[in-house]
Structures are given as C-alpha cells and as structure tokens.
C-alpha cells in the first residue's frame, strides 16, 4: 500500500511541478480578490472515501469485502496542493486509491491541468467522457492512473485513481466519474 501512497503524493506534486505554477504570496491589497468562505469549505470537505465508497470499486472490480481506509494527508507548501486520499484494500493488500489534490488560492483551468499531466507523461493517452478531459497511462511502477481535474467552488481540484498496470481505462473511468460527481 504504501507504493500507491508514494505514487500519490510523487503524482501530485508532478503534476503542480509541472504546469508551471508558482507557490503563490500573500498580499495585503485590498484590491486582491479573496475566496469566499463557502468556496474554501466547498473544497476542503472533498473527503475521497465519501466520494467513491468501497462498494462502488468492489463492484468495478469484481471484488467483495473490499474496505476503504483514509491515505496520509500529502500538503505540498511549495505549490499550495493538499491531497487527501482514500486506499481501498482487499485482506490488507491494496487494490487502488482515489486521490483528491485541491489547489486552494490558486488560478486554473482543469484542462491546462490534465494537459501538463499528458505533456509530462511519456505514452498518456485520452480518455473520453471527462468535460475538462482526463488521462491514463501505466508508469514505471506498474500502476495504472486515470486522472482528471474540475473546478470545486472556484478551486482547482485534480481528482485520480491509481490501481495496478492490468486496470484499464475503462475500469477506472466509472470509478473517477463517479467521484467527481459527488464532488
């Protein structure tokens, strides 16, 4: 299971890395616009175990008795992510996780997201059915992810699923949909 968590956390913080962001400062202008506190709470109560429950990724699977234990908490303070995620696990071996990244007091547009993730991807390839599209690709790890982003009350949200190499597109992207649905 920790392999999953690595990949996770080594996921998101490439995917911040790459797109080019830089850690953003505080300012005191009154001119600068702040986030409304119903947009922070919106994002911040993004819990993956809630957004795709066991029993959803049991049924993808065609496993029973899977259960869902909450990931470490992975808060990047170098470009402002903070991904929480939820590891679904079969007799205590993992089957996959859901991660959810939300880039509070950022400004971006979920399809510059996905895109930095294809460009800094060798052999990611595009899944169809994702409003700001979505991606997947097998890495040097064996694992497979699908992952897309979305907007969440005005904050930058990367959702994906990270599962072994034989997962397909097809298999994850019921499970994705279905978390950011609930998101």
């Known amino acids: 299971m920790r392999t999953f968590a690595v990949v996770l956390v080594a996921f998101a913080a490439l995917t911040a890395c790459s797109s080019g962001d830089k850690p953003t400062t505080a300012t005191s202008s009154p001119a600068a616009p702040k986030p409304s506190p119903s947009a922070n709470a919106a994002a911040a109560s993004l819990d993956p175990c809630k957004l795709l429950p ?16 909450p990931g470490p908490v992975q808060d990047n303070a170098a470009n402002g992510g903070k991904a929480r995620s939820c590891e679904y696990q079969l007799d205590g071996k ?25 460009k800094a991807k060798p052999g990611a390839k595009d ?10 690709y097998v890495d040097e790890q064996k694992t497979a992810t699908l992952a897309t982003a979305e907007l969440v009350g005005g904050t930058p949200v990367l959702v994906n699923y990270t599962g072994p190499a034989k997962m397909t597109p097809e298999q994850m992207a019921p499970l994705v949909k279905q978390a950011v649905d609930a998101s």
Not at 95 to 118: C, D, F, H, N, W
Not at 127 to 136: M, N, T
């Open 94 to 118: 993992a089957a996959g996780a859901l991660a959810v990244t939300r880039y509070e007091g950022k400004q971006g547009k979920p399809a510059e997201m996905v895109a930095s993730i294809k």
């Open 127 to 136: 899944v169809a059915g994702f409003a700001d599209g979505a991606i997947y």
């Open 54 to 69: 066991a029993a959803a990724v049991s049924k993808a699977l065609f496993l029973d008795n899977l259960t869902a234990v």
